[in-house]
């Protein structure tokens, strides 16, 4: 019965800035690693980035230095801030974690979709 709701998707010119938030809800006991993947038209689902209980942080290359990613424990939620937009950032995006209840398993969100226009 857990689940992950995304807020933050839509529309926004090249080199704008918007913010990503996930929220997990339900019988969890515990987070462990939370992050953030998107699939562009015609491509493969990529892992953009993800962060671990203990802070520690992972990039793909494309978005170095443009994303940050971060949590908030007490509120089982993860952030994806992301500037300088590029139109190949344009996506699908989807919250994922780790989350225990009775066992561990991955939850994902149902997507928000990211458009980055010239």
């Known amino acids: 019965q857990v689940q992950l709701v995304e807020s933050g998707g839509g529309l926004v010119q090249a080199g704008g800035s918007l913010r990503l938030s996930c929220a997990a809800s339900?019988?969890?006991?515990?987070?462990?690693?939370m992050g953030w993947y998107r699939q562009a038209p015609g491509k493969l689902r990529e892992s953009v980035a993800t962060?671990?209980?203990?802070?520690?942080?992972y990039y793909v290359d494309s978005v170095k230095g443009r994303f940050t990613i971060s949590r908030d424990n007490a509120k089982n939620t993860v952030y994806l801030q992301m500037n300088s937009l590029k139109p190949e950032d344009t996506a699908v995006y989807y919250c994922?974690?780790?989350?225990?209840?009775?066992?561990?398993?991955?939850?994902w969100g149902q997507g928000t979709h990211i458009t980055v226009s010239s």
């Open positions: 994922n974690a780790d989350i225990q209840t009775v066992f561990t398993r991955t939850y």
């Open positions: 962060i671990t209980s203990g802070g520690t942080t």
């Open positions: 339900g019988s969890i006991r515990r987070i462990n690693i």
